[in-house]
């Protein structure tokens, strides 16, 4: 369970922040309805102990009272059903991690297959294959047990961004205010200095200067350096040659903005560079990789994936398995080689299990033909291997 639970840790850690991020929300929604509602019943206290009272005002403020309340009641339910809509999901996500500890084996084939298609739905998220990741998961039914709508959001911020938008960009930046602050995040600055040079592209000087005496007061002291190369833009015509406002008013800024924005979202959530299922790939590769799958076509097993042309060239950058102990196996049966099956080294060198041997040798009246290269023997001129 624990290896399951080092790659499984985001499918918890997204639901739980998301249900926290509500949480707090609800609580500054309900703190200000309770400010309005308290400020309310105050005024109509003054009100109701002065001598020059009249009924309609009376009336008046006892209608604003319970407008009050009831707006209050409404977003208290509308924040108490968010927060259990949340609250379900979790539930739902813990009682699917703990399928995996079930006695029942189908119980656990299920499992692993559910599990299967939450890695691909994930995987085909990061890849920006939206419209499929969201049709599995939905033939799946399983929408709950996915991130969609956190990478759906993303979505729309990055579509936004390439459309050279940044309304939905900063809405999120506001949205997630508090944690882009722990993370020393830097992209609102960003957006901001991407605006003020989209000004100055538009030739639009003026207005320019005033978006920086409203966003890049109060910076930190690293940003005043980028500040400083913005600020230079004014004097420069917009299709100026000079380095380095060249390259500050080249559109492929709003790339590296798309890409700062991918990359800040997943450290939000805690997500890896890396989606869960090409590391359980990588993993699988690793525990399968032998030097033999590198040896050319003579040492490649056909059931052996790594030796596989797609699979091999993935396995390539990582490491071997690490074996103390090793396992040989007959390459033409694939059973063990022991005392019960016992190695034979033919005369071009290479060992074949005995009873592999024996029964090509009795379908060919004693004779045995090297699988890998092609030469005949005699069943006789197989001799016994001992490893010690």
């Keep these: 369970m624990a290896d399951v639970s080092s790659i499984e840790h985001p499918t918890l850690k997204v639901p739980y922040d998301v249900l926290n991020k509500k949480f707090r929300l609800a ?18 206290e003054r009100v109701f102990f002065t ?10 403020l006892l209608g604003g009272v319970v407008e009050k309340l009831s707006s209050f009641k409404r977003k208290a339910e509308e924040a108490t059903q968010e927060e259990m809509e949340s609250g379900r999901v979790v539930k739902r996500r813990v009682d699917h991690l703990k399928e995996h500890d079930s006695r029942s084996s189908s119980v656990v084939a299920e499992w692993k297959r559910t599990r299967l298609d939450r890695l691909l739905v994930e995987y085909l998220l990061r890849a920006g294959c939206y419209s499929t990741a969201t049709k599995l998961a939905s033939s799946r039914g399983i929408e709950g047990l996915t991130n969609l709508d956190v990478f759906l959001v ?21 949205d997630n205010k508090s944690k882009l602050r722990k993370l020393n995040s830097s992209l609102e600055f960003n957006v901001r200095m991407q605006e003020f040079i989209e000004l100055i592209k538009s030739d639009r000087r003026m207005e320019a200067i005033r978006h920086a005496r409203k966003h890049f007061t109060g910076q930190e002291p690293g940003h005043l350096p980028s500040i400083q190369r913005c600020m230079a833009l004014v004097a420069f015509p ?3 040659d000079v380095t380095p406002y060249k390259e500050l008013l080249s559109d492929v800024r709003w790339d590296g903005l ?11 959530y805690q997500l890896s560079s890396q989606s869960a299922f090409s590391l ?14 590198y040896r050319g076509a003579t040492g490649h097993n056909p059931d052996c994936p790594v030796c596989q042309p797609s699979f091999n060239s993935l396995a390539s950058p990582l490491p071997y398995a690490h074996c103390s ?3 040989l196996v007959c390459h033409i049966s694939g059973e063990p080689l022991n005392e019960n099956n016992q190695p034979l080294m033919l005369p071009n060198g290479y060992v074949y299990g005995q009873k592999a041997l024996q029964q090509m040798a009795s379908e060919n009246n004693g004779t045995i033909v090297c699988p ?14 001992f490893v010690m």
Excluded: M, Y
């Design 27 to 44: 609580q500054k929604t309900l703190d200000r309805e309770v400010c309005h509602v308290t400020s309310a019943v105050t005024e109509l």
């Design 51 to 60: 001598d020059n009272r009249s009924a309609s005002q009376i009336s008046s």
């Design 154 to 174: 993303a979505r729309e911020v990055e579509q936004s961004l390439a459309c050279r938008d940044t309304s939905k960009c900063l809405s999120w930046c506001h």
């Design 238 to 240: 917009a299709n100026t």
């Design 258 to 268: 798309i890409e700062q924005f991918r990359a800040e979202n997943l450290k939000l």
């Design 280 to 293: 359980v790939v990588q993993s699988g590769l690793s525990a399968l990789k032998t030097p033999h799958c």
């Design 325 to 327: 102990q090793s396992r």
């Design 372 to 385: 890998r290269s092609r030469q005949t023997f005699n069943i006789k001129d197989a001799e016994k291997v």
